[in-house]
């Protein structure tokens, strides 16, 4: 009896994925877990990647041109959704730089979803918010904005300086995906977002997606 009970573990181990939970000082409680035969990364109130949040940016991605970009940034790694989409669904030859705040969410993007720095993926544990200062000037055909704290968004992004950033990093034709919440509206210069990207110079697509999800699609003019 202690035989097959001790089969009947192994085997349920094996039939049944765990979930893993990972403390993070930055992200607080992540959660590796399955959800719809897929595994996902959650926060305690949002998913980081691999579930809705992949359909909402897959949904964004259509606007843009990620084959013909050259060179991407991702803003805000998570478990390394968009990397993924980028090189299987859309072949993206350029080269990915990430940057990601916690290095807890690049570890566990690493252990759970094999995203790994390699010859054309580069990962750097930064402040977005800082490191777009350093980086050089029209360097990108694609830019991905995806910074959550769970269900809250950085200082940052209500902040003139980062937006004009990305202005500088971005080449002429390129392109800006923007994920934010619509029950969150975000202000820059006492301007709605949207108003005050326009006044940059960007050209504003503004789109709901799903039940949350606000994407703001923007292309530096030629």
């Not at 049944?16 to 992200?27: A, D, G, L, T, W």
């Not at 029209?138 to 004009?164: E, M, N």
Request: hydrophobic share 50%.
């Amino acid at each position: 009896m202690k035989r097959l009970l001790a089969t009947l573990r192994r085997w349920l181990n094996q039939a049944v994925p765990r979930s893993r939970r990972i403390k993070s000082v930055h992200s607080g409680v992540l959660e590796v877990t399955w959800q719809e035969g897929r595994k996902v990364l959650n926060s305690a109130h949002a998913n980081y990647s691999y579930g809705p949040l992949h359909k909402v940016m897959r949904y964004g991605l259509l606007f843009t041109e990620p084959t013909t970009a050259g060179a991407i940034l991702v803003l805000g790694l998570g478990g390394g959704s968009v990397v993924h989409m980028l090189r299987h669904e859309y072949q993206a030859p350029g080269p990915i730089t990430a940057v990601e705040l916690d290095p807890v969410v690049i570890r566990v993007a690493a252990e759970e979803f094999n995203i790994q720095p390699d010859a054309t993926l580069h990962i750097a544990c930064a402040d977005a918010f800082a490191w777009v200062a350093t980086a050089p000037a029209a360097g990108f055909g694609l830019i991905v904005v995806d910074l959550f704290i769970d269900l809250d968004l950085p200082a940052g992004l209500y902040t003139a300086d980062f937006w004009q950033q990305l202005w500088r990093l971005l080449r002429p034709g390129g392109f800006v995906v923007f994920n934010t919440l619509i029950s969150t509206p975000v202000w820059v210069e006492r301007l709605e977002i949207h108003e005050y990207l326009a006044e940059v110079g960007f050209l504003v697509k503004d789109v709901e997606v799903e039940e949350f999800n606000r994407l703001l699609i923007l292309r530096k003019p030629d």
